[in-house]
């Protein structure tokens, strides 16, 4: 079973570019969240989707857009890198949102911005 | 504002030996997951625990909620080099999220 695939696994961007960073799962999941983790801070919510069409920001959204199409994709938009994107982004889906169910996670994007 | 805090965040021990990390919140959750994140890859999910005191296990590992659904442990015995690891507590918050500490970092030196 594939889960949730993230791509890219790595990816060096410089200043002000963009970029998508994408995310698939095939278990017909309603909700996907998107987190980035920094050295040593944990987890924290950029965005989440409750279901397609419907989209809602997190804990730290300035600087990233999302989208949610379809039930599988979840793509995460940098329009203007900066380096304090600098991190790892981790990709996850829920069956619901309830506390007694998990987060499923892909393998990570580790992004660097020079 | 961190609203779960982990502790201790980084710890070593030899392989055979027991060790207890904990999460703490002055908030109440309805329930509370315990992830293990190993390198290069994304958490994956051990356990959740949903009423106050309740006792899980997983083979050598034991999770136990607090009476008040505002603190758990995560106890290892007889730790292997398997169990090294990043563990991390969530707590489940009203508004479709998770709250996530910063890990309590675990390396079992064989």
């Known amino acids: 079973n594939a889960g949730v695939t993230q791509t890219p696994k790595f990816r060096i961007l410089k200043i002000g570019q963009s970029m998508t960073l994408q995310c698939t799962q095939d278990m017909n999941h309603n909700y996907m969240y998107w987190y980035r983790q920094d050295p040593g801070m944990g987890l924290k919510l950029i965005y989440y989707s409750v279901g397609a069409g419907i989209t809602d920001k997190g804990e730290v959204p300035n600087g990233y857009n999302v989208s949610r199409s379809t039930t599988e994709d979840f793509p995460l938009r940098l329009e203007l890198a900066a380096p304090s994107q600098t991190s790892v982004y981790f990709c996850?889906?829920?069956?619901?949102?309830?506390?007694?169910?998990?987060?499923?996670f892909g393998d990570g994007t580790r992004l660097s911005i020079l | 504002t961190q609203l779960l805090e982990q502790s201790p965040q980084f710890l070593s021990i030899q392989e055979g030996e027991n060790l207890t990390v904990y999460c703490n919140s002055s908030s109440v959750f309805s329930s509370l997951q315990w992830y293990r994140q190993e390198p290069g890859e994304g958490p994956v999910l051990l356990v959740t625990?949903?009423?106050?005191?309740e006792v899980k296990k997983l083979k050598r590992l034991t999770f136990q909620f607090g009476d008040a659904r505002k603190d758990s442990s995560l106890h290892i015995t007889a730790a292997q080099p398997g169990d090294t690891g990043l563990y991390l507590c969530a707590g489940a918050q009203g508004n479709n999220r998770l709250a996530f500490g910063k890990g309590n970092q675990v390396v079992v030196i064989p």
């Open positions: 996850a889906s829920s069956y619901t949102s309830t506390g007694a169910q998990p987060q499923h």
């Open positions: 625990v949903v009423t106050g005191g």
